[in-house]
């Protein structure tokens, strides 16, 4: 069975930081590109983070202009699992945050992604 879980939202103050882990299980995730994206209720899902296939593009790592310099995505194959560190979070950084994968990816986007996680919820505030 096809799924990817991820973990680690909550709730934390401007400045702080959180990682947050999507666990991928049924399927392997060396050859697949994983997105991160966000959802704030009443607005499109937009795209946080991308981490191309080894096969496409090397694994390169791409950012959404908000994040870029405070966020950062990375992968362990070896546990099948990818991770995006958010520091200097913001209010505007509240969102439902999803992990999900394209096989043989070169980008990421979220009309073409092949599985999607439930999400976990993250909170900025003071």
């Known amino acids: 069975q096809v799924q990817l879980v991820e973990s680690g939202g909550g709730s934390v103050q401007p400045g702080g930081s959180l990682r947050l882990s999507c666990a991928a299980s049924g399927f392997t995730l060396d050859y697949y590109a994983i997105g991160w994206f966000r959802q704030v209720p009443g607005k499109e899902r937009e795209g946080v983070s991308c981490?191309?296939?080894?096969?496409?593009?090397?694994?390169?790592?791409t950012y959404a202009d908000s994040v870029k310099d405070r966020f950062t995505a990375s992968r362990d194959n070896a546990k099948n699992t990818v991770y995006l560190q958010m520091n200097s979070l913001k209010p505007e950084d509240s969102a439902v945050y999803y992990c999900?994968?394209?096989?043989?990816?070169?980008?990421?986007?979220?009309?073409?992604?092949?599985?999607w996680g439930k999400g976990t919820l993250v909170t900025v505030s003071s």
């Open positions: 999900a994968v394209v096989k043989y990816g070169s980008s990421c986007g979220r009309y073409y992604m092949d599985y």
């Open positions: 981490i191309s296939s080894i096969s496409r593009r090397d694994g390169t790592t």
